[in-house]
T-cell receptor, first 114, second 113 residues
């Protein structure tokens, strides 16, 4: 039972390059989320999805796109990476009633944009 | 507006002594409150949750937290710190739906042998 799996774990990009981060969950959770974690700022929501084929913007969506073509996968894309996107990215998932169950987090992707 | 304030960015305790990590919240609604722990280079793991049932909540690894509405607090405690407790701890508030999730800025706990 893997829970939430993120790939890759580490990546270095040059400014302007693109990449996709993959999140996969095997718990049949309806909701999935992408967060970024920066020192002293806690976690901030980038985008989220409440079901297959749906996505919505979170607190800091600019510069990112997402897709959820399958219920178990949630992809985060950076079309043209910028140094300000250097961060640790976490994917999370939850059942519909996340207020009671809390989230399950992946182990993170450490991205550096140079 | 919803907010979560973790009053200490760093806490240092000796092994075997009590742990207190402080969290205050503000919310227009009755919130659900969580504590998560993050060990180095790991994801966040749920420690415990409060969802309007008992105000004293027990979690994993001997941690507990008490919801005090009059003080708008949800402090995390443990009677005796272990070296393995060294990590970063996040207080989280949710209210008004899945997108209304607010993370505190985290408290790094150092345990001294």
């Amino acid at each position: 039972n893997a829970g939430v799996t993120q790939t890759p774990k580490f990546r270095v990009l040059k400014t302007g390059q693109s990449m996709t981060l993959l999140c996969a969950q095997d718990m049949n959770h309806e909701y999935m989320y992408w967060y970024r974690q920066d020192p002293g700022m806690g976690l901030r929501l980038i985008h989220y999805s409440v079901g297959e084929g749906t996505t919505a913007k979170g607190e800091v969506p600019d510069g990112y796109n997402v897709s959820r073509l399958k219920k178990q996968n949630f992809l985060l894309g950076l079309e043209s990476a910028a140094p300000s996107q250097t961060s640790v990215y976490f994917c999370a998932s939850s059942y519909r009633d996340s207020l009671n169950g809390g989230y399950t987090f992946g182990s993170g992707t450490r991205l550096t944009v140079v | 507006a919803q907010s979560v304030t973790q009053l200490d960015s760093h806490v240092s305790v000796s092994e075997g002594t009590p742990v207190l990590l402080r969290c205050n919240y503000s919310s227009s609604y009755s919130p659900s409150l969580f504590w998560y722990v993050q060990h180095p280079n790991k994801g966040l793991q749920l420690l415990l949750k409060y969802t309007s049932a008992a105000t004293l909540v027990k979690g994993i690894n001997g941690f507990e937290a008490e919801f005090k509405k009059s003080e708008t607090s949800f402090h995390l405690t443990k009677p005796s710190a272990h070296m393995s407790d060294a990590a970063e701890y996040f207080c989280v508030s949710t209210s008004g739906g899945y997108q209304k999730v607010t993370f505190g800025t985290g408290t790094k706990l150092q345990v001294i042998p």
